[in-house]
């Protein structure tokens, strides 16, 4: 982003007023805002005094900071960011600026900057001769179908040609601008396609409009004696014609049958957990479905039994568990044989019991592994481990 600044003191006025008019129309837009939001605005006044006095002046920066009761660097700092502010002296004429943006360029900007560079200075924001013009490169300028353009002012000038932007800035430096008619300088009206239109080009007897695409007529009008129908809208209306949408489906894949019972509904996470709540020792009488009352379910399923197998107190059943709890421990205790000491031995593991039969904490395993000795008795220091 290039730097903008204020103009050479040489060129600034000693001073700045709103016109009669223009002074009654910036009271009338400061009034739009509500009571403390005034300084909003500031563009809108800063805008009106650069189409009175051609650009934005020190002295008109002041004298709007003290309307708007706002600071002067604020008001600095919004006419130096928006480059539609002219922060030096324009033609008093014209000042002309040419788009310069891809679909203006593919079609012959580059030619109309050349224009502007031989009538007015081979420099953009510099003056002519006289000072009654100047011109600039700016961007997008909101007409690209009508590609090449420039804006005078708050006109634009479209599909132009080095020679027709040549003549436009001949009538404007002789004081005829007003007599120039802005928008398409071709036969074109406003944006339609060069040529004239292609479609709803006839109409029939009746006033009805007839369709012409490509040579290809198509009546738009209803037959005679019949009342046209509008039908009604489906936005937002769900499409009950898929498989996924169809209400006669109670899901994806079940489609329901006339010869055949209903499908029962799949159990949901309620449904579960309603059922789950009405065992015994599920938390619906003390304790919850994962706590102390729920572990004869938790054990049945880890060891295969079912709750009927085990009554409270069944010593048949507790030693069964006790001798699945032994073979799992000898399973890790000789897998930590092989893992810890390959070339040692290990005891016969030894447990200690906490409860004999009324099934308390399982049997802890303790291992008791001989490790080889490899100490040097020859001579010199003992080996390390």
Not at 96 to 110: A, F, K, N
Not at 148 to 161: A, C, G, K, S, W
Not at 235 to 245: F, I, K, L, V
């Amino acid at each position: 982003m290039s730097v903008r600044r204020l103009a050479e003191a040489a060129v600034q006025p000693p001073s700045f007023a709103f016109s009669d008019e223009n002074a009654a129309w910036a009271e009338a837009t400061i009034l739009k805002y509500p009571e403390g939001r005034q300084q909003s605005a500031v563009i809108p006044l800063l805008m009106r005094a650069q189409e009175q006095d051609g650009w934005v002046t020190k002295a008109a920066i002041e004298a709007i900071a003290g309307m708007l009761r706002m600071p002067l660097i604020r008001v600095l700092e919004v006419a130096t960011f928006y480059t539609q502010f002219q922060l030096k002296p324009v033609g008093t004429r014209a000042h002309i600026q040419v788009c310069g943006t891809t679909p203006c360029m593919l079609r012959g900007s580059d030619d109309l900057k050349t224009v502007c560079k031989s009538k007015i200075h081979p420099e953009p924001f510099h003056l002519n001769e006289g000072g009654t013009l100047s011109w600039e490169e700016v961007e997008c300028l909101g007409a690209c179908v009508n590609a090449p353009m420039v804006m005078i002012f708050q006109d634009t000038y479209e599909d132009l040609t080095p020679k027709r932007l040549g003549e436009i800035i001949d009538a404007f430096e002789a004081g005829k601008g007003a007599e120039v008619k802005p928008g398409p300088q071709t036969d074109r009206h406003l944006s339609v396609p060069i040529g004239g239109l292609t479609t709803l080009t006839e109409v029939d007897e009746d006033g009805s409009a007839e369709e012409t695409s490509r040579g290809t007529t198509t009546p738009r009008s209803a037959p005679a004696g019949a009342e046209a129908s509008v039908p009604p809208a489906q936005a937002g209306r769900p499409d009950t014609h898929a498989a996924e949408t169809d209400p006669t489906i109670a899901g994806p894949g079940k489609a329901k049958r006339e010869d055949s019972a209903p499908a029962a509904a799949e159990p949901t996470t309620s449904d579960k957990l309603v059922a789950e709540a009405s065992r015994p020792g599920s938390g619906s009488e003390g304790g919850t479905v994962e706590g102390q009352t729920g572990a004869e379910e938790k054990d049945a399923a880890a060891f295969g039994t079912t709750p009927s197998d085990k009554a409270p107190g069944d010593a048949r059943t507790e030693g069964k568990l006790r001798d699945q709890e032994a073979a799992a421990g000898d399973a890790v205790i000789a897998e930590r044989k092989l893992v810890d000491n390959p070339e040692g031995t290990a005891t016969e593991p030894s447990r200690r019991k906490t409860n004999d039969t009324a099934g308390g904490e399982p049997f802890e395993p303790v291992v008791e592994a001989k490790r080889k000795d490899t100490s040097d008795t020859s001579g010199g220091s003992p080996a390390k481990d």
